[in-house]
């Protein structure tokens, strides 16, 4: 007998748990993660009415800040799909220390190749961002022109900022 009092050998019809823990429940999440919730846009998840935040293509939401004169997204991308609807290699993505209580954290890693294609790993209308990008980024953040041009590892503690939670940041 499986958890909704069906006995039988036929896996196929046992039921699964709903977002609510039901067996067999109808309960689903929003786009806001909201168990039954009233499928609210991501600007609504983020409370931000004026649209500062954004959906992949996969339904998930970020929320958008902007620095300085630039956009970004607030966190990182957790899309297993590219943003033409094509599956990314399960090879190209990684989740952090392959523990996946990391992935509400950090989102995704991607490697090289998820992101040297023609094909846009971002949502619609994003893309990675250029060394120059993040550099303006380094520099609005407190870093010297000159250490922003620099090669290999640079700054100090410009990711602890971005993270606004230093703990989640190591300065190696």
Not at 34 to 55: H, I, M, Q, R
Not at 100 to 122: H, P, R
Request: aromatic share 10%; charged share 20%.
């Amino acid at each position: 007998e499986d958890n909704c009092g069906i006995c039988d050998e036929d896996p196929t019809n046992d039921c699964s748990q709903d977002c609510a823990g039901n067996w067999g429940g109808q309960s689903a999440e929003d786009s806001c993660g909201a168990c039954d919730g009233d499928n609210s846009t991501c600007s609504d998840c983020f409370g931000v009415p004026n649209g500062n935040a954004l959906e992949d293509i996969d339904g998930n939401c970020y929320e958008v800040v902007e620095i300085g004169d630039q956009v970004w997204m607030a966190e990182n991308l957790k899309a297993v799909h590219y943003s033409n609807g094509d599956e990314i290699q399960s090879d190209y993505i990684q989740i952090p220390n392959n523990d996946l209580d990391n992935f509400d954290t950090y989102g995704f890693l991607y490697k090289g190749w998820a992101l040297a294609g023609e094909q846009n790993v971002c949502p619609t209308n994003w893309h990675m961002p250029t060394d120059n990008e993040w550099m303006q980024l380094e520099i609005f953040l407190g870093m010297s022109q000159s250490q922003a041009e620099s090669t290999g590892y640079r700054g100090t503690n410009e990711g602890a900022k971005l993270a606004s939670n230093a703990e989640l940041w190591n300065n190696q």
